[in-house]
């Protein structure tokens, strides 16, 4: 997998990846186990025809034929599950893809109250998925009837054919064709018909796995030129000329970029969104395919990568900073200081051992860019290719980034940063300037013309130093010109430094800045060198094992999920004891008539049971009395068989669609219930745990538990038929029959506990390998680019024998049950058979054949179904597994009773926290404290603060993502009192994280279906959304979003807010990865559309929110200033005026000027 390229990984879904790990691969584990039956049972049914061809002759043949033809038919059966397989396996990759990215992003699943519509679209998929569920039960109750009716028509073929003939046959004859058909039809046919279903299922599994294997692979070597040497002066070199590249999976194109850099050189790379910034850096990988130009760069150069989107595992701060390399305390400090990164670990409970979840979900965005830069400077690699990370911090980490990292701790390698921080531009060796060519579209509909100016295309402008670009670039200096004034990093140096970098042909600027000479310790880096002691380190949350015997209640809820519940079962149940009662009297009849036969022409004898024979009315009998006798056990026969395979499809169709239902309601029942889990549940379990339960426990569900609970209902069914007919013929044969039954239970009882929880340990050591997978699918261009692909595969394989330890220790206790089982039926068979000829002389031949047919058949059922109570137990802990998620308390707290009623044009806009605290769970700290402010409607509140200050978790807080102390009033009416769906439907968001799904884009803007197609182009067209759409709304979006840059992502949210029109928005940084000139246009427009709307934004941007009606100042969870911009910059010494004067004199001075001008204008 992480030798995929980029290409081959976008066509191959997560969900198909996931879903190929477990059950593809389990299927190839498994064929071994049935796939012997192919040739001993060719064998068999050789052995078998013969000796039957020895006692009737040429009868025989027409029953050969008809057994060619049940094979055939199994054949048929087996390929035609084959194609279903194929498309059920589909559905199945979608279904668990579906899940995967809403799990992902189940925050804004939750913000945008969207849980319902993509329920129904999981259902719809699951629908689709359990219809060819179906479709291959319906071929398996073919199978089924066609396997188990065989003994039966193949009797009925051979007595017909005599009866026919008016050909007289014996009881030896039925005796012997009875075992040697039996054994055949359960140790042949059985066996047959599941070897063709696994080989169908195998040769699936076999082709997709195929697939993945020859799909294209990432190849750096092909895709960039190497040179051999480095340059005269011992530096490293990188020369692009004319570069052109394209994604394998996309439309865009990167073209005709020229530069060359050096060891010790700054390069920004600058321009709108989604003009190939982020491009250049993949090509620069590998990862994007180039299709003209040349990239020159030493043989030995090391790259080291920080992406947009910060790439995060779940472990601890520390592990992820290190990510695999040893830890040396002094670099380790260095790195997390010149990242800025040091204060918030300090201020974690438990430091640098503070787990970070799935995607580091308790981590803010600032925080994430800042480990991930931690990450990369701990590498201490050649070159750094920095794909914007100063966009999720505030101006005074970002200054701090900028000089620590930046100019300091990579004075001396080649850095290339991406950004659209102007202020720092100065200080580039080069700039790159990017733009997107630009198309203009018509669009009309109905009555009404859109002008859109779409791209497809980045395409390099210009390049040089910042005044080269300034003086012959009329486009940069236009760019520039919403910020021209840029904050000196040393108020005497700086002009100094900028003209050295401007003037100098081969810039040398970072050798001489000795702004790391030695990185000073902080205060809170100091707390990091304590030795770390026990109490420390956080735990990693285990996932729940339950222990001893799966409770009652789970089957009985699986029952109750199934079709007419309980009464179904029954009707089920009654069928199988019908089938397995009517199998016994056709068989019993069949003797009767070979008795008779027997009888009839036998010749005279002096033996006393001869001699009652002799005087037997049949023996006495005419031959036209005699031929009627016969055509009434023909046609009662007839009967019996034909009444036997209707009630044998009628149970198996009926069983299977009862099972079926249970496993899709039990499927929407647990899927509901973790859309609708508190947010607790999804930052505490591991995104891998929950796919296991939704992919591999269900799969279980749907067939595993299917199959053996079927084979399970007719083992007993047979056993208890058989012991009724041999304690009718022969009671005395219960004593024995007690005794191995008691024998196999007290095997069954020594192995069942140790069996089952060897099972839970094995679905327990599924989850890390989920997790595992989803994890490195969303880090592979970071993990090359790091050189972890050795790591990652062996951090794999280590999960990997973690969970086969249990399997295989699984699969190793079924073969120690099977040997004792086994040998306590050989005995008893040995035993019986010897007793038969001793104690039984006086029975009926048909009848001793009989009892000693049913003993092999009774003891190969017993044998059968103690496995199968096993196999029952264990497969149920799917179910169970299930049914804990099912049962998740949901994170709706309030009764009903303490609901309010809402106005109908709730709500106005006032928003009152009164003493608000704030936290994500019972046993966590406190991220908001007393949080007491008044918002009135239609205000306009910028909330700002360090990165970690709390500012997202106001967010969380209003939209009762968890619940919280004191309260929070809505138009006077307290938020724990209104329905959660209410209360969200009501707020809009734009996330800090833009998340797109895989569908079209009009379902990513309104997937209810709520809006016309002029409103959303309409919404489109107000966020300056710039994109070759060539299938317009209906475009796909790739899962995630990857086929637009994180900058389109953000407008497409935007776009969404726009269309629900509420009275309530709240904007969590959400021009953060866009240009400012784009930031401008989209805030003017926020400001048109939302001017009678209450907006809470949060910006490290300070000309964002500078003229917002409020400033709200948070500083560790607190609200330290809340007034206006203009009155905090009055203070000099409050915390906000600090943050305006941290940006540089002259963009302060243009902050004040806002400030006071919007105060002005609100009077």
């Not at 006077?972 to 998340?995: F, G």
Request: glycine share 4%; proline share 2%.
């Amino acid at each position: 997998m992480v030798r995929l390229s980029m290409g081959s990984l976008g066509a191959q879904s997560s969900g198909k990846i996931i879903n190929m790990m477990t059950n593809d691969v389990q299927t190839v584990d498994h064929l071994g186990l049935d796939a012997h039956f192919l040739w001993i049972g060719t064998l068999e049914t050789i052995v078998v025809l013969v000796i039957l061809w020895s006692h009737v002759g040429f009868t025989i043949l027409l029953a050969m034929i008809y057994t060619l033809m049940v094979i055939s038919v199994q054949i048929l059966c087996g390929k035609v599950m084959q194609i279903i397989w194929t498309k059920r396996v589909q559905q199945t990759d979608l279904r668990i893809k579906l899940m995967n990215e809403i799990v992902k992003s189940i925050h804004l699943v939750k913000m945008y109250v969207w849980e319902r519509p993509f329920q129904l679209k999981v259902e719809r998929v699951r629908r689709k998925e359990t219809f060819y569920v179906i479709l291959k039960s319906l071929m398996n109750t073919v199978k089924i009837v066609n396997g188990y009716s065989f003994s039966l028509i193949f009797f009925l073929i051979v007595f017909g054919l005599l009866w026919y003939r008016r050909a007289p046959f014996n009881t030896d004859f039925f005796t012997i064709a009875f075992v040697l058909i039996s054994y055949l039809r359960h140790t042949y046919l059985h066996g047959f018909a599941t070897s063709c279903v696994n080989i169908s299922q195998y040769w699936v599994a076999v082709q997709r796995i195929q697939e993945f294997l020859n799909a294209g692979e990432f190849n750096q070597q092909k895709m960039i030129v190497i040179e051999n040497e480095f340059n005269s002066e011992n530096k490293l070199t990188v020369d692009i000329q004319n570069l052109s590249s394209t994604w394998e999976s996309s439309s865009f194109q990167l073209r005709n970029v020229t530069f060359s850099a050096r060891t010790g050189e700054l390069i920004i790379v600058i321009g709108s969104i989604a003009s190939g910034k982020s491009s250049l850096l993949m090509t620069l990988l590998g990862e994007m395919k180039m299709i003209g130009g040349a990239v020159k760069l030493n043989r030995n150069a090391r790259f080291c990568y920080v992406p947009q989107e910060s790439w995060i595992f779940s472990d601890s701060i520390k592990e992820n900073i290190l990510f695999g390399m040893e830890f040396n305390e002094k670099k380790f400090n260095e790195s997390i200081y010149a990242a800025g990164f040091d204060t918030d670990i300090a201020n974690f409970q438990y430091g640098d051992s503070t787990l970070v979840g799935d995607n580091g979900i308790i981590l803010s965005g600032g925080q994430k860019a800042r480990l991930s830069l931690a990450r990369a400077l701990y590498r201490d690699e050649d070159i750094y290719l920095l794909d914007d990370p100063l966009s999720a911090v505030d101006v005074q980490v970002a200054r701090h980034i900028f000089e620590k990292c930046i100019l300091g701790r990579l004075r001396s390698k080649m850095c290339i940063l991406v950004t659209h921080q102007i202020q720092f531009l100065k200080y580039a060796t080069t700039i790159l300037f990017l733009d997107k060519v630009i198309k203009n579209i018509i669009f009309f509909y109905r009555t009404k013309i859109f002008l859109f100016h779409c791209h497809n295309q980045g395409n390099q402008l210009a390049s040089g130093t910042y005044s080269q670009l300034h003086q012959m670039c009329p486009e940069f200096k236009q760019w520039t010109q919403t910020n021209t004034n840029n904050p000196r990093l040393d108020s005497s140096s700086a002009s100094d430094t900028a003209s050295q970098l401007n003037s100098s042909p081969t810039p040398e600027f970072v050798t001489q800045f000795s702004l790391f000479a030695g990185v000073p310790t902080s205060p809170e880096t100091e707390k990091l060198l304590v030795p770390t002691t026990e109490k420390s380190v956080q735990k990693q949350t285990e996932e729940f094992k339950r222990i001893g015997s799966v409770s009652g209640s789970v089957y009985l809820r699986y029952i109750q999920a199934s079709l007419w519940g309980v009464l179904g079962i029954a009707i089920i149940f009654i069928l199988f004891m019908g089938t397995s009662v009517l199998t016994l009297f056709t068989n019993w009849w069949l003797g009767r008539w070979s008795n008779a036969e027997r009888i009839r022409y036998a010749s005279k004898s002096t033996n006393v049971n001869c001699t009652i024979e002799n005087h037997s009315p049949i023996r006495n009998m005419t031959m036209n009395a005699w031929f009627k006798k016969r055509d009434n056990y023909f046609y009662t026969l007839l009967g019996f068989v034909l009444l036997n395979i209707i009630l044998l499809f009628l149970r198996t169709i009926l069983y299977f669609l009862s099972t079926h239902i249970a496993a899709r309601t039990i499927h929407n029942q647990m899927f509901s219930s973790i859309l609708r889990a508190p947010v607790y549940f999804f930052d505490t379990n591991p995104i891998g745990r929950i796919i296991n339960r939704c992919s591999k426990d269900i799969s279980s569900i749907d067939e595993k538990l299917s199959e053996t609970t079927y084979n399970f209902i007719e083992a007993f069914s047979n056993i208890a038929s058989t012991i009724s007919f041999i304690a009718y013929i022969q009671p005395v044969s219960l004593i024995s029959l007690i005794f191995v039954g008691t024998i196999l239970e007290r095997i069954r009882r020594f192995f069942s506990p140790a069996i089952r929880d060897i099972k839970r340990l094995e679905s327990l050591g599924r989850s890390p390998i989920y997790s595992y997978i989803c994890a490195t699918i969303q880090g592979i261009p970071l993990i090359r680019s790091y050189g972890a692909q050795t790591m990652c595969t062996r951090n794999f394989s280590y999960y990997l024998d973690e969970h086969s330890r249990a399997f295989s220790l699984m699969l190793t206790m079924n073969r120690w049950l099977a040997m004792r089982i086994e040998s306590v039926i050989a005995a008893f068979i040995g035993l019986l058979t010897f007793s038969m000829f001793l104690v039984h002389r006086n029975l009926p031949v048909s009848d001793l054949g009989l009892i000693l047919a049913y003993s092999f058949t009774l003891m190969g059922s017993v044998q059968w179904i103690v496995r199968l109570i096993v196999d029952v137990m264990i497969q149920m802990t799917s179910t169970e597994r299930v049914i804990e998620y099912i049962d998740l308390k949901p994170e709706e707290s309030s009764t009903s009773d303490q609901l309010v009623i809402l106005p109908p044009r709730w709500p106005i806009g006032s928003i009152v926290f009164d003493n608000m605290s704030f936290r994500y769970s019972d046993d966590s700290s406190w991220v908001l404290s007393n949080i007491n402010i008044s918002i009135e409607p239609g205000e306009k509140i910028g909330i700002v603060g360090r990165t970690g200050a709390g500012k997202s978790s106001i967010i969380q807080a209003l939209f009762r993502m968890a619940e919280l102390d004191g309260r929070i009033l809505i138009d006077e009416i307290d938020t724990k009192q209104i329905p959660l769906y209410e209360l969200r439907r009501h707020i809009s968001i734009i996330p800090q994280d833009p998340v797109l799904f895989n569908d079209s884009l009009r379902i990513n803007l309104d997937p209810f279906g709520e809006y016309s197609d002029i409103e959303i182009w309409s919404a489109l067209n107000e966020v300056q959304f710039k994109f070759d759409l060539i299938e317009g709304l209906q475009h796909n979006v790739t899962e995630g979003g990857s086929n637009f840059s994180v900058g389109q992502r953000q407008l497409i949210c935007l776009a969404r807010a726009l269309l629900r029109k509420n009275r309530i928005l709240l904007i969590d940084e959400a021009t953060a990865n866009v240009d400012h000139k784009t930031d401008e246009i989209i805030q003017v427009a926020i400001r048109r559309k939302f001017i009678h709307c209450t907006v809470l934004t949060i910006a490290h941007r300070l000309r964002t929110i500078i003229d917002s009606d409020k400033i709200l100042v948070l500083s560790q969870g607190r609200a330290v200033e809340f007034a206006s911009a203009h009155e905090l910059l009055s203070d000099n010494n409050s915390q906000f005026a600090q943050l305006v004067a941290q940006t540089g004199q002259r963009e302060a001075d243009y902050l004040r000027h806002q400030a006071k001008k919007a105060a002005k204008s609100r009077k």
